[in-house]
């Protein structure tokens, strides 16, 4: 099983609304990470959880809080989002996330659409 | 500041012919590069990956070369086939203590003619 399974495929939410993206893998990998990527560029990294324990915060803005329940989820909270945050939002994990070595490879969901309106 | 860029957006190659995809980073301390190929709405899937001690990696079509004096990777694909046609993004990582931060080129529209 290679797979990094992401729910909802799709969401619509308002700017009031509080919604979570969810993020599951079973490869037993002990780091997971959120990207975001808008339409026409490249992912962007926004956290890094390594061993269940947030190793990375890009700056991201306070609305988006990431959690990590186990090491097999991943989840991300949102709240009062903004138009500008509509995006695919890119779940990943890899075995390790401290040391890359040349047989370390991170596997990525198929997303989120996400749809502020 | 872009530190993987690919020059590129878009590539367009006849079936059974060459694709090369180029990418160019300006980070020295990045060691490990990745490809990884794009569907549209869908996530990205890992295709190949190098690391700085070699200078060439193979897995069946597909072939990327590093060359780390002028900072520059390359992905051959061999005989390119219509199923191809996709974004591809260069990815890049400084090994040590990088916590797993992959850098991302803006990839490349690789569309591939029957």
Known sequence: DTEVTQTPKHLVMGMTNKKSLKCEQHMGHRAM???K?????????MFVYSYE???????????????CPNSSLL???????????????????SQEGIRWDRDTE???????RLTVV | DQQVKQNSPSLSVQEG??????????????DYFLWYKKYPAEGPTFLISISSIK???EDGRFTVFLNKSAKHLSLHIVPSQP????VYFCAAIAGGTSYGKLTFGQGTILTVHP
């Open chain 1, 33 to 35: 990470y959120w990207y």
């Open chain 1, 37 to 45: 990527q808008k339409a026409k560029k490249p992912p962007e990294l």
């Open chain 2, 83 to 86: 199923g191809d046609s996709a």
């Open chain 1, 53 to 67: 324990k947030l190793s990375i915060n890009e700056s991201v803005p306070s609305r988006f809080s990431p959690e």
């Open chain 2, 55 to 57: 200078d060439k990696n």
């Open chain 2, 17 to 30: 012919r060459i694709s090369i995809l180029n990418c160019d980073y300006t980070n020295s301390m990045f």
């Open chain 1, 75 to 93: 989840n991300l909270h949102l709240h009062a989002l903004q138009p500008e945050d509509s995006a695919l939002y890119l779940c990943a994990s």
């Open chain 1, 106 to 112: 991170a596997f990525f969901g198929q997303g989120t």
